[in-house]
């Protein structure tokens, strides 16, 4: 399939749900795997894909299977098997938000390492979609907590990984006891014969796709990524602006609606910038690259099919705001600089959950991509004030300046100050706007707030202390977790001013922190299910957590939820996949 016959999602003949969640977000063209996979998995074919990591196969299988599931029976119908808890989380997620206006859906991850207890009680809820590693799910069909009746499909995703890893045997057991009458789909991104002998044996019929993955090296171009954490995207965006050496500059986000955003953002903070994407006349998107051309704007904020084929030579920079999908996607978007033998430099934004990716656009650019640090304070500073600099002499260069030294020495002589301190009064006038010496808050990444001693936070709060509650977050020191990241979630998600988040105090295997005691039940509701560092929020008002130090639960050192206690006390066991007990007969 030609790049120029890949259809529309208008043209794959998703659910109108599902399609709405494609819609609303923007996404315009399906990548090779989906326009592929999605007509036989809605037609309910099985089907046998190859592809590498990171081609866009969770979609690919996520939205024909969506389409096809009666959200009504409250019974697993889709049973997604993944090699590891980082990828289970990664595809459940994904599916959470694809069927979001599927009433009443409810997709669980499963994997070792979790609380039993919580997967026992949404299990016996019901749930529509399970995903999951072969070793957790293998413990709850021995349990006989999970019950595979009501399946309709199961999707081996990365079965090569689950051949290393060890899994193979216990992926077969777990087809063997799936009903006969179901559909399957496997991919894998390459094709061992241990692979193909359980696509043989499980698969009816299959449609076959292998999608090749484009290589390149781009030796003009210098690759750095930045790691999310402790700060906004568009802060770090913003340091990085100021700090660079900057002709023009692209930067990728996923949909049409972030790219107005995004383009809106800079502009409040000075920059020339503006929106690039499919939703735009063809008009407007080429005055557009024409002032990129010319210089008259700086940074063009682009999706990807917008920015097919543009070829501007000063383009000095792009920026991978939003990862992309798959990593041909990342070649054609750092392929737009670096043109006609000029260096360009890529940065890429991974967050903690995304490096997967990273290792997969490394391997399809055949190039390490180097970690990066945000500028400085200092980086700012100096940069704004060689700015200034080069301001001064071009005026000084260009201009008659006689009739303002005239002033200035009457002004000296009306006053009796010296022109040192006259100049320096002009040059604080000059740049109170934007201060050549940047105060902290513009570059201060939130400070992580220890639980030994109650501090205030760092901003100053709109809400007084007697309007604030204690809540409780089931996230922290052990999850990666920063006070930035939980401030981040709860603002973005729960559209709560971040002047009105409170202390933040961070414990091992959980976090408190202090907001509005009006909260309404809706937003409460909707942060349980954000995920931050891996973890859902799960927040509920705190019942005493911070009053001892005996109830921080990083105490319960044997029986944590991923520590090296579950090793010894953990449901799976620890021997070889080949010497485990089978799964039993139905």
């Not at 060689?386 to 030294?405: C, G, P, R, T, V």
């Not at 809540?471 to 930035?484: D, L, N, Q, T």
């Not at 005493?544 to 319960?556: C, E, L, T, W």
Request: glycine residues 6%; contains cysteine.
């Amino acid at each position: 399939m030609s790049e120029e016959n890949v259809p529309s999602f208008k043209e794959l003949s998703l659910a109108p749900a599902v399609f709405k969640v494609i819609d609303e977000v923007g996404y315009e063209t399906p990548t090779p795997i989906q326009a592929q996979s999605i007509p036989p998995l809605l037609e309910g074919r099985d089907l046998l894909g190859q592809a590498q990591t990171g081609t866009g196969k969770t979609a690919a299988f996520s939205l024909p299977l969506l389409s096809r599931l009666n959200p009504k029976l409250k019974a697993p119908q889709i049973l997604v098997l993944t090699p590891t808890r980082e990828l289970a989380l990664q595809v459940a997620e994904a599916m959470q938000t694809y069927a979001r206006h599927l009433k009443g859906f409810q997709v669980l991850p499963v994997y070792g390492g979790q609380n039993m207890g919580q997967q026992l009680r949404q299990l016996q809820r019901g749930v529509q979609a399970v995903v999951g590693t072969p070793g957790r799910i293998q413990d709850h069909l021995r349990r006989g907590t999970l019950k595979l009746d009501k399946l309709s499909c199961i999707v081996i995703d990365e079965a090569d990984e689950m051949l290393k890893m060890g899994f193979i045997d216990d992926v077969d057991q777990i087809l063997e006891y799936a009903p006969e009458q179901r559909q399957t789909a496997l991919f894998s991104a390459t094709m061992p014969k241990e692979v193909i002998k359980v696509a043989r044996k499980h698969l009816n019929d299959p449609v076959e796709i292998r999608i090749k993955s484009k290589t390149s090296t781009v030796e003009t171009i210098s690759q750095r990524f930045w790691q999310v954490k402790g700060l906004h995207k568009l802060d770090a965006l913003t340091r990085i602006l100021e700090a660079e050496e900057i002709d023009g500059m692209l930067i990728f986000v996923r949909t049409k609606v972030a790219t107005v955003e995004l383009a809106e953002k800079l502009e409040a903070r000075g920059f020339s910038s503006a929106a690039l994407n499919g939703d735009m006349t063809q008009m407007l998107r080429e005055k557009t690259v024409e002032q990129l051309k010319k210089g008259t704007l700086d940074i063009v904020v682009a999706t990807d099919v917008a920015a097919r084929g543009l070829d501007v030579k000063r383009i000095s920079h792009v920026v991978n705001y939003d990862i992309p999908y798959d990593t041909e996607a990342y070649i054609h978007r750092i392929g737009r600089t670096g043109r006609a033998g000029r260096e360009g430099k890529a940065i890429l934004f991974v967050a903690p959950r995304e490096k997967r990716m990273l290792a997969a656009i490394e391997r399809a650019t055949r190039q390490p991509i180097k970690a990066m640090a945000l500028p400085s304070r200092k980086d700012i500073t100096n940069r704004r004030i060689n700015q200034f600099k080069e301001q001064i002499s071009a005026a000084m260069e260009a201009e008659d300046l006689e009739f303002f030294e005239e002033l200035i020495d009457a002004y000296q002589s009306e006053y009796d100050i010296g022109h040192r301190k006259i100049a320096a009064t002009l040059a604080y006038l000059l740049q109170k706007e934007r201060p050549l010496n940047p105060d902290e808050a513009f570059v201060e990444e939130v400070r992580e707030e220890r639980p030994e001693r109650s501090t205030s936070p760092r901003r100053e709060r709109k809400t007084s202390d007697d309007q604030m509650q204690t809540y409780r977050i089931e996230v922290g020191r052990k999850h990666g977790v920063e006070p930035g990241n939980i401030v981040g979630a709860i603002s973005n998600e729960g559209k709560i001013n971040s002047r009105d988040i409170g202390r933040i105090r961070l414990f091992d295997q959980f976090s408190l922190v202090d907001l509005p005691k009006n909260l309404s039940q809706d937003v409460l509701h909707k942060l349980k299910g954000v995920w931050v560092c891996d973890e859902q929020l799960q927040i509920s008002p705190d019942a005493g957590s911070y009053k001892s130090p005996a109830n921080d639960f990083s105490k319960r050192r044997k029986f944590g939820k991923s520590n090296a206690g579950f090793k010894k006390y953990g449901t799976r066991s620890q021997k070889p996949a080949s010497k485990r007990r089978g799964i039993p007969k139905k």
